[in-house]
């Protein structure tokens, strides 16, 4: 990869099953923006996309769960951080599609995480992961609030 966004210092190689408005493809890879610095400078990661990808329908099959984060005063940068240093393990885990979180454009506290599995058990083992538990042990005590809510598919697309 020869062009890459102002600031890269992200490994490449990190895989990903996502499509985003503001990325360019180069080949087999497609360079996103991953973080708003200030204003409009990104950082930006290349994602190897010669890994498996799912279709419009593969996407509707699994089990979801829908989690929302608020974190407390102060502990806002530190929530983002710690979410954008899970996605890569997490994704790297055989029973997870997707692992996409977000943060409010309105509320900087506010947080969206949606996570898509093969099945129940995907979710299950991700539970049990260490990079999970760490996220869990150094995060919980700086949420104000966290709700996960399981989701599956009733409606075929």
């Not at 890459?4 to 923006?33: F, W, Y």
């Not at 989690?67 to 790297?92: C, F, V, Y």
């Not at 083992?125 to 399981?150: C, G, I, N, W, Y």
């Amino acid at each position: 990869m020869s062009e890459k966004g102002p600031g890269t210092d992200i490994p490449i190689g990190t895989r990903a099953v996502i499509s985003l408005n503001h990325c360019l493809m180069q080949g087999e890879a497609m360079i996103m923006p991953a973080v708003i610095v200030s204003g409009s400078h990104w950082i930006w990661r290349v994602f190897d996309m010669t890994q498996s990808t799912f279709g419009l329908g593969e996407l509707n099959q699994g089990f979801v769960v829908a989690i929302q984060l608020e974190a407390n005063p102060g502990e806002e940068d530190r929530l983002a951080t710690s979410l954008q240093e899970l996605i890569g393990p997490t994704m790297a885990e055989p029973g997870v599609k997707l692992f996409l979180p977000y943060r409010s454009q309105t509320d900087a506290k506010l947080f969206f995480v949606y996570e898509l599995y093969v099945n129940e058990a995907g979710w299950a083992a991700h539970q049990q992961t260490s990079h999970f538990k760490a996220f869990v042990d150094e995060m919980l005590p700086r949420l104000a609030r966290r709700e996960r809510v399981p989701f599956v598919p009733f409606a075929r697309i």
